[in-house]
Nanobody, 122 residues
Framework: VQLQASGGGLVQAGGFLSLSCAAS????????VGWFRQAPGKEREFVGY????????IYADSVKGRFTISRDIAKNTVYLQMNSLKPEDTAIYYC????????????????WGQGTQLTVSS
């Protein structure tokens, strides 16, 4: 499956932004979709994921309570709603998909979008 992330931009601390991850395949239902982020000089970090067939999502502790992942089946799109943004949220955000075992380890995810930049100013 091909993924395209979009929606990044420049936001002030305390602000909000929503990212989108659109999938190329209509049969997105067998995948889980995850969000990861990578700041300059740091490893790619797990943000959260959602099973396409379910409504619940799993989050990293660093974003829990501030970020929400949701999906629109009709649009074949997964969203990452980010609230109460902090400068440390600044990173390139990637969406990923897998039909395999769900993991917080980036190497377990098989399909990746190109990434979208989020910059949070203080």
């Amino acid at each position: 499956v091909q993924l395209q992330a979009s929606g990044g931009g420049l936001v002030q601390a305390g602000g909000f932004l929503s990212l989108s991850c659109a999938a190329s395949e209509r049969t997105f239902g067998s995948y889980a979709v995850g969000w990861f982020r990578q700041a300059p000089g740091k490893e790619r970090e797990f943000v959260g994921y959602i099973r396409w067939s379910g409504s619940s999502a799993i989050y990293a502790d660093s974003v829990k309570g501030r970020f929400t992942i949701s999906r629109d089946i009709a649009k074949n799109t997964v969203y990452l709603q980010m609230n109460s943004l902090k400068p440390e949220d600044t990173a390139i955000y990637y969406c990923a998909a897998t039909t395999g075992t769900l993991s917080r380890y980036a190497g377990s995810w098989t399909s990746w979008g190109q990434g979208t930049q989020l910059t949070v100013s203080s």
